[in-house]
């Protein structure tokens, strides 16, 4: 078993992921958990959180550094780590911040978030998959085009010459969730099959006619309440007029012909699946070695 | 005091409002309760409910007439009393349909409500009011233009040579509270103040960009974060945004230069400040004598 050199977290709202790493950057153990920010009651409590899955691996005398990325890294979360401002390069100039741990045997480090004034916008956790996926281009400082991270709040970026220029948060998986099981449409979505061909059909339709979205919305409850449901597909029609209203979003911001995708989850499938209806080319990237690859980054701006 | 001769009721999810009426429609007594649908645990409860506000002014000899519309007359209310199909008539052609009362001193019907195939929408109570709407103009064989009814669910009706041939709903009212209490944006909605120009801004904003709706949403949140929100007006926002997307929606439907806006609540007094935002005149009908009026020409339909 190769030895530990380094520690790599991903600290969301819900999850926290530990990579313990070697001096190549590869695993030599492992942590998943769902003691993400959400579940933890005071800024102190992060470390003993943290220590709990990683103690075993320390020393006395030879402090290890860890370095996170997410929500940990936000104003209720273990240490505020900012926000960055645009246009930055988030694989070169990640400008991390050392969080005070109390356990010498720690050195931990932050990974800021990125801000836009204007339009206004936040993110925090996906700057570090963006630099993970700049890591992998060929010509990272010559990278231009548009970055996909789908989530709860899904993330639009685009790139020019290596650098983050403009970004685009869109509420399309929290409102999902809301109508899903809390509006009228609760009793049209739940328990329904999923159907592709009707997944994507609401893709082109909320795409087409974006103004009509409310109105569209409302749809999936009246196709039902007619007797005009063909099947019970509420669920695939919701989730494709959502998405699809995020596409016409983002086709104000910048054309899109084909977007990077960081996948790995269900929900990026989706999207995966709205770009091909609308004939939007996506070159999928894996989520994890994203996250990977941009808090190696981040290190080897610590170490050097 | 004047002698009752029917009862006209206003059966909603959330509320109830009877008035007892004579000869000449003017009220005798009126009565307003929170035991909307959402409160009556089965279809018997209604009859019961009924009574218990109108039994004083019941005689055992002479049944008197009650005319109902709104949830009461939907497949989880009193009794099922369908919709009736566009184009359509609501002032002339309202199928009112008889309610199996178990009591003898009742004759109580229910108005239907409207459906449109494609787009497949429903509208239950908002017929009603529409008659009412229709009833009040000069020459209501031949009016053409836009009915707008504020509500949870807002419908839009276009009518033409005295008939709707055409509505829409949008889910504006829902998607607001949600949003409001139960999404990120809640911690920048909660005690905001109001601001009529914040609002009227957010209305234009949203018109203009209908497609940005759920990137602008959070938007909200975002502006809040990086302390660029001027004072905390985050409701108004919200609101604003969330209006002038449905406005959007409207012009999808049809051009507006002029809307019939069934008021009385605070909701509609949004939606006509949107209008002037955005320069479409409103004529505001109260709510009271539309559904009066709409009950009213029902009560006809059944004594003729």
Excluded at 173 to 196: C, H, I, N, P, T
Excluded at 234 to 241: D, H, M, N, P, V
Excluded at 268 to 279: G, I, K, N, T, W
Aim: glycine share 8%; hydrophobic share 45%; proline share 3%.
């Amino acid at each position: 078993m190769s030895t530990l050199a380094w520690i790599a977290v991903d600290w969301g709202t819900s999850s926290l992921r530990i990579w313990g790493l070697d001096k190549d950057a590869n695993t030599v153990f492992e942590a998943t958990s769902n003691e993400g920010m959400a579940s933890i009651a005071c800024a102190a409590d992060f470390e003993t959180t943290l220590l709990s899955h990683i103690e075993t691996c320390l020393t006395a005398t030879d402090p290890v550094t860890v370095v996170c990325c997410g929500m940990v890294g936000a104003k209720q979360g273990w240490h505020d780590a900012g926000y960055q401002s645009l246009p930055i390069n988030p694989l070169a100039r990640q400008q991390v911040v050392r969080v005070p741990a109390t356990d010498s045997r720690l050195q931990v480090w932050v990974v800021p978030g990125l801000c836009q004034r204007q339009p206004a916008d936040v993110m925090r956790g996906e700057e570090t998959q963006i630099a993970g996926v700049l890591a992998q281009m060929a010509n990272q400082q010559a990278f231009s085009g548009m970055v996909c991270l789908p989530g709860t709040h899904s993330k639009w970026a685009l790139c020019d010459a290596g650098e983050v220029t403009q970004f685009a948060t869109f509420m399309t998986g929290e409102m999902f969730a809301l109508l899903a099981k809390q509006s009228v449409l609760r009793f049209s979505v739940a328990d329904s099959d999923w159907d592709a061909e009707i997944f994507k059909a609401a893709v082109k339709e909320a795409f087409a006619q974006p103004a009509s979205i409310s109105n569209l919305l409302f749809s999936v409850r009246a196709t039902d309440v007619l007797g005009q449901a063909a099947g019970a597909f509420g669920k695939a029609r919701l989730s494709g007029l959502l998405i699809g209203l995020e596409l016409a979003g983002v086709l104000v911001l910048s054309e899109i012909n084909q977007v990077h995708l960081v996948g790995g989850s269900e929900l990026a499938e989706l999207y995966q699946q709205a770009c091909d209806a609308l004939l939007i080319d996506t070159q999928v990237h894996s989520g994890e070695t994203c996250v990977l690859a941009g808090l190696k980054a981040a290190y080897k701006q610590i170490v050097s």
